[in-house]
């Protein structure tokens, strides 16, 4: 099952900017589909750890660690941002080339996204959004998968596609290949959620 959308309607990044702040929404060629209410404490707790664990790691270094919500369009080639039709907001990223960045988030493909999988959006991270970083070309994305403790990594390959993914359990530390200097403790972080 998927997240509802806003309407049937095709939207842009210009409607984006006009809806009200009291929602949250990602487009994804054009969809509005509306983003659940708060997600879980455990969920959070995990974010949290993951961009914890990538600030402090990439500290006085180019790359930036954000978390959600943050604005990422993914143009297509040669659109403006008025036109474009897919803007999400994973649950962390890095980001190394700041030119990227603006006032209102980025432009452009982030160097790595972390995805924490919940009932309520697994499917939808799993099939339109990574289909959507796989377009923008995303260099690696991880999904996490908290109530099996296992993890999915995709990473781009020849022709721009994903190659098949790795998965991986939650334990011991495991690099970022497209960020320098970046790995996860899983260890770590799982010793620090609460129970």
Sequence with gaps: MGLPQRDAERHTYADY????????FELING????????????H??????????SANALEG?????????????????????????TVVQP?????????????????GAPDWVCEVLSP?????????KLA???????????????????????????AARYGRPDILELKGQTAVSSVPDLHIDWDRLLAQLTD
């Design 132 to 158: 959507a970083y796989e377009r923008a070309g995303v260099p690696e994305v991880w999904l996490i998968h908290p109530t099996d403790r296992l993890f999915t990594i995709y990473r781009l390959e020849t």
């Design 120 to 128: 309520a959006t697994a499917s939808h991270d799993q099939t339109l």
């Design 61 to 85: 270094k180019p790359c930036r660690a954000y978390v959600a919500p943050f604005d990422v369009r993914l143009p297509k080639a040669g659109e403006a941002d008025e036109e474009t039709d």
């Design 44 to 53: 959070q707790e995990i974010v949290g750890q993951i961009y914890r664990q």
């Design 31 to 42: 969809v509005a589909y509306l983003m659940t209410p708060a997600p879980s404490r455990p």
């Design 91 to 107: 649950d962390v990223l890095v980001v190394c080339d700041r030119r990227k960045l603006d006032e209102r988030g980025m432009r």
């Design 17 to 24: 900017l006009a809806w009200p702040d009291d929602l949250r």
